[in-house]
């Protein structure tokens, strides 16, 4: 049996009046609990289904206003915890605040949701404000603040001009660790020795011996036209 409010009914010049004409000219009808009750019940609404609902701006004499299962859910939704919720369409809380709680199993794939607090969610599209997650791997998210887990590694400067930097690098490319060994003369040899030091025979760049250092190099040397070798004072180059 369905219930409907027409105040459009209308009867012709010696037409029969019925029971049923009469009470759609009702314009404020009283529903009671019975008539409601007494209805058969659907076992699925889809969205596009449409309902009476009144809203506060209506008077006793005003009929109901319809609307679909859609408006009314999408006007509906608040903050609160959802189990099992399942949406594809779009989602927005508009500048709702306090936290918005996604319970095991959920799906969210398209919206935009801030304060959002999930465990296993799985969320494939969609902008997401103060998120607080637990990841596993190298990344975390707390309030919608990403930070990279730590590799390890003391920040800091390493290496200087008698000290040479060992790193290592992991698959990932970040550097796990990190150390100096002192810088050793460029002595070479045959297995262990560290016998030979060897230097080029030709001086083609500019070059300034330090300030009270002393160089030394295996001649013959020969410096090229227009290149100049600066020995400071208390400084001295020798060759051997």
Known sequence: MAIKFNRSQTFATNGTVTAAGLHNLIDGTDIYQALITDQPSLASVATDDSILIADASLTAGDAPRQTTVSNLFDDALTGGTYTNLNLTGAITFGTATGNRTVSTSATITTGTIPNLTSSTAS???????????????????????????????????????????IITVDAKGRVTTVSTALAQAGATGGGTDRVFYENDQTVTTNYTISTNKNAMSAGPVTVSTGVTVTVPTNAAWTVV
């Open 123 to 165: 969320i494939t599209i969609g902008t997401i404000g103060n998120l607080s997650t637990t990841l596993v791997g190298d990344f975390t998210i707390s309030q919608g603040t990403g930070t990279l887990g730590t590799s390890g590694v003391t920040s800091g400067t390493y290496g200087a001009t008698t000290a040479i930097p």
